[in-house]
């Protein structure tokens, strides 16, 4: 019904935002990755949108992306996953890091984001797997070339660093450089 607008940016109020489109004003709830990306209030914006239609209210969903839109589509039709902790998991994860959590059906990293339980996080790697992440590979910038690079990227991520700061540390290393070499190199990096 509504797949685009284009408009000034209004207001910015977490997670939600008003778009001025000719004078009309449209309230559209964000994920935060989209959120922080968006333009100074008063400039011209385009947002992808999706229209939910409920029994008790309707609501506009935006995104800067197409694949963070698409994402969410796929997350609203798994049984348990509404709009709203679709949202929350767009927020919480990029769309590369998400399907880099598919590919590895590493559950760890969709129970950090607020909502999500362990039973929730496998029924998500169960229904997104072959859907998300497996043609992404390096284009998206998640998935380390090499088993070592992903060893080092695990033990940044253990040590405390954000997921970000640590993929990276190791797209800055060597490509063949070893797992207790890359880890003290990308250490010294992050302390920089």
Same mark, same amino acid.
């Given at each position: 019904?509504?797949?685009?607008?284009? #408009?000034?940016?209004?207001? +910015?109020? %977490?997670? $939600?935002?008003?778009?001025?489109?000719?004078?009309? #004003?449209?309230?559209?709830?964000?994920?935060?990755?989209?959120?922080?990306?968006?333009?100074?209030?008063? !400039?011209?914006?385009?947002?992808?949108?999706?229209?939910?239609?409920?029994?008790?209210? $309707?609501?506009?969903?935006?995104?800067?992306?197409? %694949?963070?839109?698409?994402?969410?589509?796929?997350?609203? +039709?798994?049984?348990?996953?509404?709009?709203?902790?679709?949202?929350?998991?767009?927020?919480? /994860?990029?769309?590369?890091?998400?399907? $880099?959590?598919?590919?590895?059906?590493?559950?760890?990293?969709?129970? +950090?984001?607020?909502?999500? #339980?362990?039973?929730?996080? !496998?029924?998500?790697?169960?229904? /997104?797997? #072959?859907?998300?992440?497996?043609?992404?590979?390096?284009?998206?910038?998640?998935? %380390?070339?090499?088993?070592?690079?992903?060893?080092?990227?695990?033990?940044?991520?253990?040590?405390?660093?954000? !997921?970000?700061?640590? $993929?990276?540390?190791?797209?800055?290393?060597?490509?063949?450089?070893?797992?207790?070499?890359?880890? +003290? /190199?990308?250490?010294?990096?992050?302390?920089?």
């Amino acid at each position: 019904m509504l797949g685009r607008l284009t #408009g000034l940016l209004a207001e +910015k109020s %977490p997670p $939600q935002v008003l778009i001025d489109v000719g004078g009309v #004003g449209y309230e559209v709830d964000v994920p935060m990755s989209s959120f922080f990306n968006l333009p100074a209030l008063g !400039e011209r914006v385009t947002l992808l949108t999706h229209f939910v239609v409920r029994e008790d209210a $309707q609501v506009l969903f935006g995104f800067l992306t197409a %694949p963070e839109r698409e994402t969410f589509r796929m997350l609203i +039709k798994i049984s348990g996953v509404g709009p709203r902790t679709a949202l929350s998991i767009l927020s919480g /994860l990029t769309v590369g890091d998400l399907a $880099q959590a598919v590919t590895a059906q590493d559950a760890s990293r969709l129970v +950090k984001v607020p909502g999500i #339980g362990k039973k929730t996080a !496998e029924r998500l790697l169960l229904e /997104l797997k #072959g859907k998300l992440g497996a043609d992404l590979g390096p284009a998206i910038g998640g998935k %380390p070339a090499s088993d070592a690079q992903a060893d080092i990227l695990q033990a940044l991520i253990a040590l405390g660093y954000s !997921e970000r700061e640590a $993929q990276a540390a190791v797209k800055a290393l060597p490509a063949e450089v070893g797992v207790s070499e890359g880890i +003290k /190199l990308a250490l010294k990096a992050l302390a920089r």
